[in-house]
Nanobody
C-alpha cells in the first residue's frame, strides 16, 4: 500500500528553522518525483518545492521560499526532507508531500499532477 507520512511540523518563532520529513511506504522514492505543497484555510494549495527522481535530482522552489528552504532526499531512509530556515509568519500552513512516478518534471509544481498525498503536518510561525 502506497503511503506518505509527513512529520516535523510545529510552532516556531520568526527566523527559526524546522525540518519536515516525508517518509514513503510501499514504493521507492528514488523513482518518483516528490513535491512539497502548503495550504492555509480558504486558500488554494500552493507549491513549495519539488525534486525529481534520483536519476536527475533536479529541484525547483517557489520564489517565496527560494534561498530559505532546501529539499533533499535520503535514499537509504526512503525519505524526502524540506529544511526550512529563516521562517516567516506567512510560512504558516499545513504542509503536504506528494509523489508521482510518471509526471513530466516541468509540471512538478502543479498539485494536480500527483497521484499520492500525505495527510499533512502543521507549521506555525509566530512569536
Amino acid at each position: 500500500q502506497v503511503r506518505l507520512v509527513e512529520s516535523g511540523g510545529g510552532l516556531v518563532q520568526p527566523g527559526g528553522s524546522l525540518r519536515l520529513s516525508c517518509a514513503a511506504f510501499g514504493f521507492t522514492t528514488d523513482y518518483y518525483t516528490i513535491g512539497w505543497f502548503r495550504q492555509t484555510p480558504g486558500k488554494e494549495r500552493e507549491a513549495v518545492s519539488c525534486i525529481s527522481s534520483s536519476l536527475g535530482s533536479t529541484t525547483y522552489y517557489a520564489d517565496s521560499v527560494k534561498g530559505r528552504f532546501t529539499i533533499s532526499r535520503d535514499s537509504a531512509k526512503n525519505t524526502v526532507y524540506l529544511q526550512m530556515n529563516s521562517l516567516k509568519p506567512e510560512d504558516t500552513a499545513v504542509y503536504y508531500c506528494a509523489a508521482d512516478r510518471w509526471l513530466q518534471f516541468s509540471l512538478c509544481m502543479s498539485s494536480t499532477e500527483y497521484d499520492y498525498w500525505g495527510q499533512g503536518t502543521q507549521v506555525t510561525v509566530s512569536s
